[in-house]
């Protein structure tokens, strides 16, 4: 006996043979070529996408914001007595941070003043003292003419028989021992000369040595207050009041945040077509997407990160796999958006390096072009000298009356 068709199950076979084809149907085999056809097309799209566009692109996120830090340290031993600024304050260049116990410094300054006047007042009598050369030189002459006429007289009185012989030679001891000390004499005045001949109480060398300790000590005394060798914000400070510091202790540290650079890391075959001067499009974590930053690539790095490690890979131990190296490249930023969107150092970024110009020399063939740092304030070491030279010229006019 057969059993009884459910209408709603053959309605519902029917429907699932419309909709999926049997194999090799015209309606499936349709479909699969516009799959296959959707799928080639977007291939070819991307093709040339990648050989209009992409291409001519490289880019990467392991990239970071570097910069200089400035270590301060003292150039002499001391004691902390003044402290004027705290981390993350800006500072400008010549802005003092550090003060030292000038105590010291003083006395060395004292003693060194002391040390110059004595000095003029010694050689002062080393000129005083070629008068009375010359003045000794003179009598020595005389006496050396008087001894030589009565060795003379006597000779002449001989034959007679009014002189004796020994007389004579007496006269003839007298004249040597006149040539004698006339030869002393004059040695004796040109020792002096060798001293003084040439010079002037001002620049004699003993004078200039003595005048160059106190300009010593002026320095000296002068470098107990530290100033900012560069414009930027403070970092890194570790020096206490009271602390006892020696010559390079680091103080702190300054970061000049208006020439930080950024070091995208590309792989090697990432530099084929890198060249100086290629513009780059930069964007920073910090900001988003919505702050782009404009670079130029200025160099590249020596080697690689893991040839500069404290510990580089031993690959010819034979325990060797490779492994792509990354190298970095230097990026200039613009200022202008550097000084509207600040950075700092160590942030992450994302870097676009545009390809398209080939007319630069290829990475790390010129030399950077970022601008030096500001050195020391040229004003106080001129300060300091000029007035070295004022107290210098006072103590020597003061000693030369």
Avoid: C
């Avoid at 990648?50 to 270590?71: C, K, M, P, S």
């Avoid at 005389?142 to 030679?169: C, M, P, Q, Y």
């Avoid at 500069?308 to 131990?317: G, H, M, V, Y």
């Amino acid at each position: 006996m057969n059993a009884p068709v459910n209408p709603s199950t053959n309605a519902q076979a029917g429907a699932q043979a419309a909709t999926n084809p049997a194999p090799g149907s015209p309606k499936r085999k349709k479909t699969m070529l516009l799959i296959g056809a959707v799928f080639a097309a977007v291939a070819v799209l991307y093709g040339l996408y990648w050989a209009f566009v992409l291409r001519f692109y490289e880019d990467t996120d392991n990239a970071y914001v570097q910069g200089n830090v400035v270590q301060v340290t003292p150039q002499i031993a001391g004691t902390v007595a003044k402290i004027y600024v705290e981390d993350t304050n800006m500072v400008k260049a010549g802005q003092p941070l550090v003060s030292l116990d000038t105590a010291d410094a003083d006395v060395a300054l004292a003693q060194a003043e002391a040390q110059l006047a004595q000095t003029v007042r010694e050689v002062r009598t080393l000129y005083a003292s070629q008068a009375q050369a010359s003045a000794t030189v003179a009598q020595r002459e005389a006496e050396l003419e008087r001894t030589k006429d009565d060795l003379n007289r006597r000779k002449s009185l001989a034959g007679s028989g009014a002189v004796s012989s020994e007389e004579i030679r007496h006269a003839e001891a007298a004249v040597n021992a006149a040539q004698a000390a006339l030869n002393a004499a004059r040695e004796q005045l040109a020792s002096g000369r060798a001293l003084t001949e040439g010079t002037t109480v001002a620049n004699h060398p003993n004078v200039k040595r003595a005048a160059a300790r106190v300009q010593e000590a002026l320095l000296a005394q002068s470098r107990a207050t530290l100033y900012a060798p560069v414009s930027g914000e403070v970092a890194k400070r570790n020096v206490q009041i009271g602390q006892r510091i020696n010559p390079g202790t680091p103080l702190m540290a300054i970061v000049p945040l208006d020439q930080v650079w950024v070091d995208a890391n590309f792989k090697e075959p990432q530099l084929r077509e890198m060249r100086v001067g290629q513009p780059v499009t930069l964007t920073a974590d910090l900001y988003g997407s919505s702050v782009r930053y404009d670079g130029k690539v200025v160099g590249m790095g020596a080697g690689t990160g893991s040839a500069f490690a404290l510990l580089p890979a031993q690959n010819a131990t034979g325990n060797w796999i490779k492994v792509v190296q990354r190298v970095p490249v230097r990026i200039a930023l613009d200022p202008k958006q550097l000084a509207k969107h600040p950075l700092r150092i160590g942030l992450s970024m994302h870097a676009v390096v545009d390809l398209h110009n080939q007319d630069g020399p290829l990475v790390g063939e010129t030399a950077s072009s970022t601008q030096p740092l500001a050195a020391v304030p040229a004003a106080t070491g001129n300060d300091v000298e000029e007035k070295g030279k004022k107290l210098i010229d006072t103590i020597i006019a003061a000693n030369l009356k």
